[in-house]
């Protein structure tokens, strides 16, 4: 790929997304916790709340970690897929109380990530925030529906892998107006923070083949990272470092 032509942008400089997940437990001080996605479980370690976590596999491999993973008050693991879960579980019964505070970064395509929000949302409260995770790809390769599908153009990006998920993100804000977002340049792949949720709502599901069709229409060389970037409406990780200037944009 021709550098000077390429669909790329510098690293994002502002806080790490793990950074902003911690302050946003410590601010919010949420009853409940639900994450799709969890890997090596460093993010699932930032909770103190009963927690609930989903994913195929949990290849912890940090004891420190997990003595801070076990610490919790109630924590519920499923090795399973995100769908599979859904369909054969309540987390609202599981935890006693709708979910106050969700992490996706499960599979990384458009699909996966739009199923997991209208799944995850049905069981929330309005004020309840879903954070959607490696919406803001930096660079092109990043962006394949395959892992390591195409070479990075910067060589420290190697295994940045962030999948099409940036258009699920796009469609949400096209296809639901009523919903909030706070969209973070949080390295290495950015964070979008949703609330004023409607978990009546069916707008998505009730059109979810036709959401795909569209969101599968949408290339990412024609739209240009940076339009994304701007479309998005990307805030420096900065204007939310403090409890006070977080729970004046959220509440719980």
């Given at each position: 790929m021709d550098q000077a032509a390429a669909n790329t942008l510098p690293d994002f400089t502002g806080r790490g997304y793990l950074e902003v997940l911690r302050t946003l437990h410590e601010a919010l001080q949420p009853r409940n916790y639900l994450e799709i996605g969890t890997f090596d479980g460093n993010s699932l370690a930032l909770a103190d709340c009963a927690a609930l976590a989903i994913d195929p596999a949990f290849p912890f491999a940090d004891i420190e970690l997990v003595r801070r993973i076990v610490s919790?008050?109630?924590l519920l693991l499923f090795r399973m897929a995100s769908d599979r879960f859904f369909q054969q579980h309540d987390p609202c019964a599981l935890l006693g109380d709708k979910l106050q505070l969700a992490f996706l970064d499960g599979m990384h395509r458009c699909e996966?990530?739009?199923?997991?929000f209208i799944n995850t949302e049905r069981h929330c409260a309005r004020n309840s925030i879903i954070v959607l995770h490696d919406c803001l790809p930096v660079e092109e390769p990043m962006t394949d529906r395959c892992y390591l599908a195409q070479p990075p153009i910067e060589p420290h990006r190697e295994y940045w892998w962030a999948g099409d998920v940036w258009r699920t993100a796009r469609l949400?804000?096209?296809a639901r107006p009523d919903l909030s977002f706070t969209t973070l340049d949080a390295p290495p792949t950015g964070l979008v923070l949703i609330t004023n949720l409607d978990p009546g709502s069916t707008a998505l599901s009730d059109r979810y083949d036709?959401?795909?069709r569209t969101m599968l229409g949408w290339s990412i060389t024609e739209i240009g990272l940076q339009q994304h970037a701007a479309d998005?409406?990307?805030e420096p990780t900065t204007n939310y470092i403090t409890s006070e200037q977080l729970t004046t944009r959220f509440w719980l």
């Open positions: 919790k008050p109630r996966f990530l739009l199923r997991d949400l804000r096209r036709e959401h795909v998005m409406q990307v």
